[in-house]
């Protein structure tokens, strides 16, 4: 297992710290009301990489590609600048490295931005999203509610990683708040559906692979993992009692357009190399388009938290990445099979992930069983699902030799509903 890298930034040493100079995950930031640029994460400061790249101490290309509140220019400059921009980062923030930056008091005051004083925003323009149902445990969870153990996974299920193509338009950042949806219900005993508030809102982790080298055509598995730029933790709200209703036969649609949350720093595929891990034995072997050169999954501890407005929060949920049947780089082959293009800043949801165990399960659905198990808080309270006010909290970090790799909070806070929309 790779150490921690020492860095000349005293806060990168520290073992709680998610970002080492082993990390250096890329995000946005603003402070005051200046304008959104390009940052870099390392202990509990920013690198203003803007600024640095406006000073010639970072050259990528014959164009600025940091002075955007976007990476989606450094993704299109592929794999190998990105190798280049790593390597110049670490030489820059190494002890022992490239003095330029750290003998040079002003030039350090002006481009290290304590972490605490900004405002952190969507690191990357979203293309396209898509949402896969890739987790095994997850899938057996709900199927079995709905249909049975028997008939829990769908026929494909084993053969191919399933999705669906989302709204890229509701991904927002950690921080936005989230606001109940309204739609169509209808229970089983009702005759007709009804407009009302969601009832049953919940939270799916998942992790969110993003691609940085577009495609054209069919590519391989190791051409895919070759072009993901990198990974942020990801929250697909789900409104369960809109989706029961809607889904049947094209599955679901408004049940998930109120919003996807994800982490507001890109953990690049570089800094998550030292923890790669294979997916789990076939129950059914797959065709050779989809089967894996070699490990393509990560082992990244994952946890939820849920707080109540105004109250502590307690961990509802802890697992790991590594139980995904399906990695990022099959979904993505898959996805270009029928020769469906992918741009750079399109967006895969890797799906709920759900471990064995009870404690392990990636949504409200499955912890409270349907809602008929509901959990307990460490405040005395109850929940099936989410309610207004309420707090979620996606925590992720990959565990080195006294360091980790973490992803920056993934958080999100259910605001009640609008009075009815059409009623004016």
């Known amino acids: 297992m790779t150490k921690l890298l020492k860095s000349w930034v005293e806060s990168a040493n520290s073992p709680d710290t998610p970002f080492p100079l082993n990390n250096l995950p890329y995000g946005v930031f603003s402070v005051d009301e200046d304008e959104p640029r390009c940052g870099v994460a390392i202990g509990d400061m920013i690198l203003d990489v803007a600024y640095l790249e ?3 101490v970072i ?3 014959d164009e600025p590609a940091l002075d955007l509140p976007f990476w989606n220019e450094v993704m299109e400059l592929g794999p190998k600048k990105w190798a280049e921009l790593r390597a ?4 820059l923030l190494k002890e022992g490295g490239d003095h330029v930056l750290s003998s040079d008091a002003d030039m350090r005051a002006q ?4 972490m605490a004083d900004t405002t952190l925003h969507l690191p990357f323009i979203v293309s396209e999203y898509t949402d896969f149902y890739a987790g095994k445990n997850h899938a057996m969870n709900v199927g079995t509610m709905f249909r049975g153990p028997e008939n829990a996974l769908p026929p494909n299920w084993l053969h191919i990683p399933i999705g669906y193509n989302g709204r890229a338009s509701s991904v927002v950042v950690s921080g936005t708040d989230v606001r109940r949806p309204w739609g169509q219900l209808k229970g089983p005993n009702d005759d007709a559906p009804r407009f009302e508030p969601c009832k049953r809102f919940d939270i799916e982790l998942e992790m969110g692979a993003i691609v940085g080298t577009p495609s054209e055509g069919p590519i391989t598995v190791q051409e895919a993992d070759d072009a993901i730029f990198g990974y942020v933790l990801l929250n697909d ?3 369960r009692d809109i989706q029961a209703w809607e889904y049947q036969p094209l599955g679901p649609f408004q049940a998930k357009a109120t919003a996807t949350t994800i982490s507001p720093w890109i953990v690049t595929k ?5 923890f790669r891990t294979s997916t789990p034995d076939r129950e059914k072997p797959l065709l050779p388009y989809l089967q894996e050169p070699g490990p393509m999954l990560y082992d990244i501890d994952l946890e939820v938290s849920l707080a109540p407005e105004g109250k502590s929060e307690t961990t509802i949920t802890r697992t790991n990445y590594s139980v995904m049947y399906y990695s990022a780089a099959q979904q993505l082959a ?3 099979t029928s020769g469906c293009p992918m741009n750079a800043g399109d967006l895969l949801g890797s799906g709920t992930i759900s471990g064995p165990e009870k404690h392990e399960r990636g949504a409200l ?3 409270s069983w349907g809602g008929k198990e509901p959990i307990a808080l460490e405040t005395g309270e109850e929940r099936s699902f989410i309610e207004d006010g309420d707090t979620l909290t996606l925590k992720g970090a990959a565990k080195g030799d006294g360091y980790q790799i973490g992803f920056g909070d993934c958080v999100g806070t259910l605001l009640p509903a609008h009075k009815d929309p059409y009623k004016r």
């Open 88 to 91: 110049r980062l670490t030489d």
């Open 59 to 61: 050259a990528l290309d």
């Open 54 to 56: 406006e000073e010639g």
């Open 365 to 367: 659905l499955e912890l």
């Open 237 to 239: 709200w789900s409104a």
């Open 270 to 274: 570089a800094a998550l190399e030292p």
């Open 334 to 336: 898959h996805h270009t």
């Open 111 to 114: 481009a290290l931005v304590p």
